[in-house]
């Protein structure tokens, strides 16, 4: 079984300011990891994927992610905030074997603030 | 860059009909998958097909719903006699297979039943 928790389902941040949304995970087997960005009225956009390799991952826009075992979490950070990262983030996990079907945590909408 | 498709992108139909959300997959892909979001919740695993046949689904995915690769470049969601209930954001995924690799999204179908 696997499962995600995104702490806090809307962040605001100003524009410059770091980002930094969290995502704790459970799962019984080795994870991958993902977060994905969804703007208003669009489809699901990867930003960066964890799948076992270096535990510090980069994707697009600037973002990055650090897989933590002992804390089973994968917070995405990024260091100035854009007004074009508004958006909801929705943290998800998959198992590294099987089908590999996608859990989704709520997603966290976050705001910049001019 | 490939992408998967998805058409309608907004169906409206009334309780009790038969809907067909349609999905192109990448060309060289072959696990396929539906998931929903039903407004304002998080993203839920539907059904994953492999080889020509379901290789896991959920509990949402009941006997109202089914699933077709009619040929060699459509993916198909039937769901027989909507319910007000089903009125969602239905994404189609597809991925490779590959060790490691992604689940890419399609854009979305929007499902509003009345």
């Known amino acids: 079984a696997q499962s995600v928790t995104q702490l806090g389902s809307h962040v605001s941040v100003s524009e410059g300011a770091l980002v930094l949304l969290r995502c704790n995970y459970s799962s019984s087997v080795p994870p991958y990891l993902f977060w994905y960005v969804q703007y208003p009225n669009q489809g699901l956009q990867l930003l960066l994927k964890y799948t076992s390799a270096a535990t510090l991952v980069k994707g697009i826009n600037g973002f990055e992610a650090e897989f933590k075992k002992s804390e089973t979490s994968f917070h995405l950070t990024k260091p100035s905030a854009h007004m074009s990262d508004a958006a909801e983030y929705f943290c998800?996990?998959?198992?590294?074997?099987?089908?590999?079907?996608?859990?989704f945590g709520i997603g966290t909408k976050l705001q910049v603030i001019p | 860059e490939p992408e998967v498709t998805q058409t309608p992108s907004h169906q409206v139909t009334q309780m009790g009909q038969e809907v067909i959300l349609r999905c192109v997959p990448i060309s060289n892909h072959l696990y396929f998958y539906w998931y929903r979001q039903i407004l304002g919740q998080k993203v839920e695993f539907l059904v994953s097909?492999?080889?020509?046949?379901?290789?896991?689904k959920s509990e949402i995915f009941d006997d109202q719903f089914s699933v077709e690769r009619p040929d060699g470049s459509n993916f198909t969601l039937k769901i027989r006699s909507t319910k007000l209930e089903d009125s969602a954001m239905y994404f189609c995924a597809s991925r490779q297979g590959a060790l490691g690799d992604t689940q890419y999204f399609g854009p979305g179908t929007r499902l509003t039943v009345l």
């Open positions: 998800a996990v998959s198992s590294s074997g099987g089908y590999q079907k996608v859990t």
């Open positions: 097909f492999y080889n020509n046949e379901i290789s896991e």
